[in-house]
Nanobody, 122 residues
Framework: QVQLVESGGGLVQPGGSVRLSCVVS????????VGWFRRTPEKEREFVSA????????YYADSVKGRFTVSRDNANNTAYLQMNSLKSEDTAVYYC???????????????WGQGTQVTVSS
C-alpha cells in the first residue's frame, strides 16, 4: 500500500516562508515523479510544481515561479516544497502526488497525500 504524508503547513504572515514535506512509503515503481497541487474554494487542484525522479527536471506554475522551489531526497523518500515570499492568494490546502511523469494535470497521478493547510494572513 502506498502512502503519502504531507507536513509543514500552518499559519504564516505575508512575505514569510514555509517548507512542506511529503514522505512517500510503500511499493512504488523504481522511479517516480512528484507533483504538488493546491486546492481552494475557487480552484480545484491547481498545479503548483513537479519534479522528476533525478531532480534535474523541475516545473512550476507561473503564479509561484521564482518564489517556490521543489526538491527531493530519494534516499529518504521525501519531497519538499520551499515556499517563500508568500501571499494571501497562496492560502490553500497543499497536496503532493506521485506518478510516472511530472504532469501538470492532477488526474494523471497515481497516489495522493491527505493535504496540509497553508494559511497566509497577518
Amino acid at each position: 500500500q502506498v502512502q503519502l504524508v504531507e507536513s509543514g503547513g500552518g499559519l504564516v504572515q505575508p512575505g514569510g516562508s514555509v517548507r512542506l514535506s511529503c514522505v512517500v512509503s510503500g511499493r512504488l515503481r523504481s522511479s517516480y515523479c512528484v507533483g504538488w497541487f493546491r486546492r481552494t474554494p475557487e480552484k480545484e487542484r491547481e498545479f503548483v510544481s513537479a519534479i522528476t525522479w533525478s531532480g534535474r527536471g523541475t516545473y512550476y506554475a507561473d503564479s509561484v515561479k521564482g518564489r517556490f522551489t521543489v526538491s527531493r531526497d530519494n534516499a529518504n523518500n521525501t519531497a519538499y516544497l520551499q515556499m517563500n515570499s508568500l501571499k494571501s492568494e497562496d492560502t490553500a490546502v497543499y497536496y503532493c502526488a506521485v506518478g510516472a511523469g511530472p504532469y501538470g494535470s492532477w488526474s494523471l497521478y497515481d497516489y495522493w497525500g491527505q493535504g496540509t493547510q497553508v494559511t497566509v494572513s497577518s
